[in-house]
């Protein structure tokens, strides 16, 4: 008996010690880091990191697994900057919001987490929710779920009767007056305190709700909603604890503020002004534009009269059109662009489809792909592990069959998802 259990725990860290390889032989790379694909090439990957892209197909060892990509076209994971995990929009969202529990959000989320992985999209920056988020995240972490490496904000921060503060829409006797502890500040102090909350509970980086909001129940899509006051002193302790915060902006004055209030993304940005792309590029303040969210509640709303309350759908058919047209705008001006969809939104799993409408809007195939990757990466501050195939970094890797330099849709349907080093999928 005791032979026998030392010969089991012998085999055991024999096999734990071993170094996990595995060659993925790449009929072609977009590595991110140059300007054109690189033909016949072999990953080495150990355990879940990127040793070596070489030249060819190099043979393998006997042990080693190899993963046969010679008709696909190979890419880094991609990330998505702008996403609602928990939930997907429909008529019945608001609604729900008085019935459904945090468990029925948790459970109909993990179909989320999901279809967003095999969709290949291996990291997600979560920009607010009910606090749900925080345990997927770290659900996935630990391998109870499938789906991307989630960056979240927890609860978005909002001021009273903004964009997003849970109790609009509500009958005064539900109301109540939230406040920093539920994201909700009206100075200075208390947007402090909102980050100092967000930090407690969890959150990887801070969003707030600059300007109105499409899907609020509430009458304004585009004014002002913070004070350049509440702004700076909300950024001062997001740097304090590292945070990467991220401002919902519709409307140009609300944008102007969080701008120079310094804030490092300006979500959506529809009607933003040349000046302000000046001051986005003079800063370095990234654009994630969510064209597909615009091109979704335009067409509920132009085609549903049911799908939204009254109060919306005027703000979804002004709103909708314009972000792709400010996209190309801005992308020509030379703002810095990361990728983003809305998705919650617009459908999760659909993420891809923003490649399609960057590249209309006029954005080169390549330039849209690494703004899923290399800026992407840059924003959340994680380019040392992520964003390109190189040497050092992690493992996470797409592919897809074709050649999407010549047809961005082809992003739409990937066969091939690694995160980690773990393969997810592989058609």
Known sequence: MRTTTLLFFFLLFSFLGKSQTTYLHCGAVLDCKGDAAK??????????????????????????????????????????????????????????????????????????????????????????GTGVNVSLRDAIRKNFIRGPRIYTAEKGIATTGGHADPTNGMKKELMGDPGPKEGVINSPEEARKAVRQRYKNGADVIKITSTGGVLSVAKDGK??????????????????????????????????????????????????????????????????????????????AMNDENFFPAIIRPKAIEVGPQIQ?????????????????????????????????????????????????????????ISEKYGTLESGKMADIVAVKGDPLKDIKILQKVNFVMKDGVVFKNE
């Open 223 to 300: 004014g002002a909603q913070f004070t350049i006051e509440e702004i700076k002193a909300l950024v001062s302790a997001a740097d304090d604890y590292g945070f990467v915060t991220a401002a919902h902006a519709h409307g140009p004055l609300g944008m102007k503020r969080a701008v120079l209030g310094g804030i490092h993304s300006i979500e959506h940005g529809t009607f933003m002004t040349p000046e302000i792309m000046e001051l986005m590029k003079e800063r370095g303040t990234y654009m994630v534009s969510t064209i597909s969210a615009g091109k979704f509640v335009y067409e509920k």
């Open 325 to 381: 047209a400010t996209f190309g705008k801005a992308y020509k001006a030379g703002v810095k662009i990361a990728f983003g969809t809305d998705s919650g939104v617009s459908p999760h799993g659909d993420n891809a489809k923003e490649f399609f409408y960057m590249v209309e809007a006029g954005m080169p195939e390549y330039e849209a792909i690494k703004s899923a990757t290399v800026a992407a990466s840059d924003l959340l501050r």
């Open 39 to 128: 033909k016949e090439q072999t990953i080495i990957i150990e355990k879940n990191q990127i040793k070596e892209v070489v030249n060819g197909y190099k043979k393998a060892p006997k042990d080693v697994k190899v993963i046969d990509l010679k008709d696909q076209t190979v890419m880094p994971g991609f990330m998505d900057m702008h996403v609602h995990i928990e939930s997907e929009l429909s008529p019945a969202r608001y609604a729900e919001r008085f019935r459904i529990s945090d468990a029925d959000v948790a459970l109909r989320a993990t179909m989320y987490c999901e279809r967003t992985l095999m969709a290949g999209f291996t990291t997600v920056r979560d920009l607010g």
